[in-house]
Nanobody, 121 residues
Framework: QVRLVESGGGSVQAGGSLRLSCAASGTIFEIRTMGWYRQAPGKQREFVAAITAGGNTNYADSVVGRFTISRDNAKNTVYLQMNSLEPEDTAVYYC???????????????WGQGTHVTVSS
């Protein structure tokens, strides 16, 4: 069974930095695209960033130049380095994996449980 577990959330003042991590557990052979979404209070969940197994990245316009997504394929882990944080970045951040191959199966559309990020002004 594949699970995504996020860590690294917390509270920070505006202008500060946080680094989120998300590790996929299970007997995993391959993960294609991994990414991050976020959901602010009272708002819909929105895309933040994604990275393919080959390292190609994509970002939401609102985080370009401030956030950096990276991954360690050997550890089945994706990271989100968040710099110059703003109060508008306050949200629950969710890790995703779109296609995961294990020893016995292929699964789609995995989500983590979320980690809270609070940015105060």
């Amino acid at each position: 069974q594949v699970r995504l577990v996020e860590s690294g959330g917390g509270s920070v003042q505006a202008g500060g930095s946080l680094r989120l991590s998300c590790a996929a557990s299970g007997t995993i052979f391959e993960i294609r695209t991994m990414g991050w979404y976020r959901q602010a209070p009272g708002k819909q969940r929105e895309f933040v960033a994604a990275i393919t197994a080959g390292g190609n990245t994509n970002y939401a316009d609102s985080v370009v130049g401030r956030f950096t997504i990276s991954r360690d394929n050997a550890k089945n882990t994706v990271y989100l380095q968040m710099n110059s944080l703003e109060p508008e970045d306050t949200a629950v951040y969710y890790c995703t994996a779109d296609w995961v191959a294990t020893a016995t199966t292929v699964g789609y559309d995995y989500w983590g449980q979320g980690t809270h990020v609070t940015v105060s002004s």
